[in-house]
Every structure is written in structure tokens, then in C-alpha cells.
């Protein structure tokens, strides 16, 4: 299967799932490229014709703009740009976001206003669809200028066949790959530099990725939330439709439809209650799984628009005969609902381990710390000091990094975005909470075999659920290693079907 870009239809997030899940290969439609193309062959015209300097094209860079550069220097320019500007370090971008990375900067090119050369833009796809995937590291970019730092580390292996890639599972240098494969590096045309590091690329990827690992938290954190419920013998009815229609948040009301039908036909949710309430953890769930299905809804709108748009620079616009520098590089859009996603995510994380320990207090009939007997064995203590120490962690990473900004280029570039710092902490907020849901989901699980034994079953769909997870993850009699439960426990969340 084969996804053509064409810049008349729009790139949804389910369509990158669909693309991800099939393993379906990229390639650009007729349009995309009579319109890259037509926009080189414009930028090539207007170099001829206007004697002025065009930012990016016959000068400079960032506070260099004012330098203009001689014809015969254009190509050597754009390749230094790329050399000059790998200055990534820290961790490595991990394998997924590294081909959306190369699938994004794709798709801004398919638009015909960057002035990409048309065998510049196959490459990238090239590399994408042979899983040709450029080391790339996650720290350096400012998000305002575009994400030069980590989209320099992109290109130059990418383009230029200089740097690192990883290649059939190994890592090696790109020029092994382009022996290999017969390729050349190709030889930049003016702007060509600048519109492959210009860009928000590196940020615009990892909220793709954080999006995706969102939405599927969000459901299973209602499967979770539902599963815990039954086995602390909870209430129902904070989840009745009639109570939320009064505060109809479209999430609320989402969370407790969702609770509604896991728990359909559990004997323990009907049977009778000594407790006239639960602790806000199950009671205001709801409200709380709900507020984060809607963060997730808004944030997925602006990167949607995010990954629609153009957002190199300067901007070429051939239909208008105009090239103009402006700010579509800043990723102001992207910080901000970056760490508003983070914030979000992190809430169902902190929600749950507040489920976990609820469930190893030796309440309504449970056995502390979910074990038969307790003080001979520690049982799931120490997992809900796991869960806490992630939720703690999550927490310290959700001060957000739109509102910092450090000056750089000469103080030309006087207020930027750190969406690049939002964007990998927010990756990691999705993990950690993916974490603490599998904690969640241990406890729960051991708790409902004690209901078990009390003869009581949960629904068909609860119980289905944790017979396949009891495949994966055994009842805990007396003391384990547990943290290779935990794992296969990520791992079940991992794979599952939703």
C-alpha cells in the first residue's frame, strides 16, 4: 500500500495511524509535483530578475541576512548551512519520530512553496520507504527559527551523505547506505538549505507521536479507571448520563459512557453498597479523564493545521510573484498546546496512582497491600511507590517551556518558543503515564480475583479483558520479582487492541 502526498487533501492524524499500522510506503502525486516544480522553477526565474537581495537566497542567515552571496557561492552556501547547523546532543530521537520526521518535512514541501528541487523531496521519501532513519538527537532546537539543530541532523545524512544512519537495524555512516544504494549527495540549489532546516518538523513530529500515544491512553485509562471501580466494589452512579447532561463537557461525557459500557452486565457494580460515596480518584474520574479528552481534541486540532501548512522560510509564492521572509518557523502554536497536551496526559497518570494506592489500603474488604498475608509479604506496596515516583516525575515536567525564552543569533532571533523542549518532555510525560496505567492495571487485576473468591464476577468485557491479561501476568500469591510484571504489564497496554 502507497500514501501519495497531494497538497488537496488534508494529512489527518488518522491517516499517519493508518500509514504507521500498514506499514504503507510514500510517494508523491502528479500535483505535489508540478507544484514543486513550478515554485523551483519561479525561485530560479526570480534570482535572474530581481537584483535586490532575497533573504535566505542570495544572503545570509538569521542575523547574516545582510550579507549577500555571490552566485557562484549559492550551493556552497546551502551546504554549509546544514553542516554548521548539526549541532544536536543528548539522547537519540527514537526510530518513530524519526520517520515522521522525514513524512512531515515531506508533506510541507508538497505544498510548492518552499523552493525545494523535486529530487531533494524524493530523497526524503526515499529514505523513509527503505528505513534509511538519520541519527538525530533531542536536544538543541529553540523551536523559533524552525528546529535547525535536529533538522540539520536529518538532512545531513539524508542529503548531503554525510553523518549517521541506522540501516537494516545497525548503525553506520551514510556513506555505506549511499554505496549501497547508488545514491549521490545531492547538490542544493539556493534556499534548498534553508527551507529543509527551516521548519517545525522536529516538534510538529513528536506531537504527532504524542497525539496518537494520547488517544489511546485516554481510552485505556477508562478501561483501567472501570476494571479498578468494580474491584473496589465503587458506585455507579457518578457515571449515570443524566448527572453529566447537567455539566456536558463532551469528554465527561465521553469518560462516562465509556464506564457505562465496560461495566455493563457486572454483577459486582449492582450489587449493594454499605458506602454512600468513593474517593474523588473514581467519583470525579469523569470529570478529570474528561478534561483530558478534550485538551487532547483541541491540541489535535492545531497539529493538524500544523501539519497542513508551510512553515519553512522565507515563504516563495509563485502564484503572487513574491518571495517573503516571515515567521511561520516559530513554533509558539506548538509549545504552547505542547505543554498543554503534557499537562493532560500527566493528570491521567496522577489520577490513576491515586486509584492504585486506593486499592492497597485495605478498604471495603481487600486485603492490604493486595496480598493474602500481609507483613510476611509486602505484596503491591512497592508498585505504588513506582506509580508515585512516575507521577512525581510527570508533574516536574509540566512547567511549561513556552513561557521561557533565551535570546540568540545576535539577538536577531529575540523571543523564541522552546517547543522543542516541549515537545520531548511531553513525549516523556506519554510514557510515564503509560507506566502508571499498567501499575494501575496490576492492582486492579489482583484485587478483582479477592472478588473473585467472594464469587462475584465483573463484566463480560472486564473479564475477557483480564483473561487475556492474566496470559501475560499471573496472580501474585506471595512475594515475586515484580518488576518483570510490571513490564509485561506496559507491554499488554503496548499491544493491545482498542
Known amino acids: 500500500m502507497t500514501y501519495h502526498f497531494n497538497p488537496e487533501e488534508k494529512l489527518t492524524l488518522a491517516k499517519i495511524q493508518e ?52 552566485k557562484e557561492q549559492l550551493s556552497q552556501l546551502q551546504k554549509n548551512l546544514v ?4 549541532c544536536g546532543v543528548g539522547d537519540e530521537v527514537p526510530a518513530e519520530v524519526v520517520r515522521l520526521m522525514l513524512l512531515l518535512k515531506a508533506q510541507n514541501f508538497c505544498f510548492g512553496y518552499s523552493g525545494a528541487q523535486l529530487q531533494t523531496v524524493q530523497r526524503l521519501i526515499d529514505c523513509y520507504n ?14 523559533a527559527s524552525g528546529d ?19 540501516w537494516h537495524g545497525r548503525r553506520c555512516d551514510a556513506q555505506e547506505v549511499y554505496q549501497a544504494k547508488g545514491w549521490q549527495p545531492i547538490e542544493l540549489q539556493s534556499k534548498e538549505g534553508l527551507a529543509l532546516l527551516n521548519g517545525t518538523q522536529f516538534m510538529s513530529s513528536y506531537a504527532v507521536w504524542s497525539l496518537l500515544k494520547a488517544q489511546r491512553l485516554s481510552k485505556q485509562a477508562d478501561m483501567v479507571l472501570s476494571l479498578s471501580l468494580d474491584a473496589f466494589d465503587g458506585r455507579i452512579e457518578p457515571f449515570y448520563e443524566a448527572l453529566h447532561m447537567v455539566r456536558p463537557h463532551q469528554g465527561q461525557l465521553e469518560t462516562a459512557a465509556a464506564v457505562r459500557c465496560w461495566l455493563d452486565g457486572s454483577e459486582l457494580i449492582k450489587r449493594h453498597k454499605e458506602h454512600v460515596q ?3 480518584s473514581f467519583r470525579c474520574a469523569p470529570q478529570v479523564h474528561g478534561a483530558a479528552k478534550d485538551t487532547i481534541r483541541y491540541v489535535a486540532s492545531v497539529v493538524e493545521t500544523e501539519i497542513n501548512s508551510t512553515t519553512d522560510n522565507p515563504i516563495v509564492l509563485p502564484d503572487e ?21 503534557a499537562i493532560a496526559v500527566a493528570e491521567l497518570g496522577a489520577i490513576s496512582e491515586r486509584r492504585t494506592y486506593q486499592l492497597i489500603d485495605a478498604k471495603r474488604g481487600l486485603p492490604s497491600f493486595l496480598v493474602a498475608k500481609p507483613g510476611l509479604n509486602s505484596g503491591f506496596m512497592i ?23 533565551i535570546p540568540s543569533s545576535q539577538n536577531q532571533e529575540d523571543l523564541v518558543s522552546m517547543g522543542g523542549n ?20 496490576f492492582n486492579a487485576a489482583q484485587a478483582l480475583d479477592f472478588r473473585h473468591q467472594e464469587g462475584l464476577k465483573s463484566s463480560p468485557a472486564i473479564e475477557k479483558m483480564v483473561a487475556d491479561y492474566r496470559q501475560k501476568v499471573n496472580f501474585v500469591d506471595i512475594d515475586q520479582i515484580m518488576y518483570k510484571h510490571i513490564h509485561a504489564s506496559v507491554s499488554f497496554l503496548q499491544t493491545m487492541s482498542m
Open 422 to 441: 516541549a515537545a520531548t518532555k511531553t513525549y516523556r510525560v506519554c510514557e510515564n503515564t503509560e507506566r502508571i496505567l499498567a501499575i494501575e492495571l
Open 278 to 280: 468513593d474517593p474523588y
Open 83 to 86: 553542516m554548521s547547523h548539526a
Open 148 to 166: 535547525l539543530c535536529p533538522l540539520a541532523n536529518l538532512m545531513l545524512p539524508a542529503i548531503l551523505g554525510m553523518g549517521d544512519v541506522y
Open 383 to 405: 508498585p505504588q511507590y513506582a506509580a508515585a515516583a512516575i507521577a512525581s516525575q510527570s508533574k516536574q515536567l509540566c512547567t511549561p517551556c513556552s513561557v521561557d525564552s
Open 130 to 143: 527503505d528505513d534509511v532513519l538519520p541519527v538525530v538527537y533531542q536536544q538543541g532546537s529553540l523551536g
Open 321 to 341: 510573484d513574491m518571495v517573503i521572509s516571515g515567521g511561520h518557523f516559530h513554533g509558539e502554536p506548538l509549545a504552547m498546546v505542547l505543554d498543554f497536551l
Open 19 to 70: 500509514i504507521i499500522d500498514n506499514k504503507m510506503t510514500l510517494a508523491l502525486s502528479d500535483e505535489a509535483k508540478r507544484r514543486i516544480e513550478k515554485c523551483r522553477a519561479y525561485l530560479n526565474h526570480k534570482m535572474e530578475s530581481q537584483k535586490e537581495p532575497i533573504y535566505g537566497v542570495t544572503t545570509g542567515f538569521g542575523s547574516l541576512c545582510n550579507i549577500s552571496i555571490s
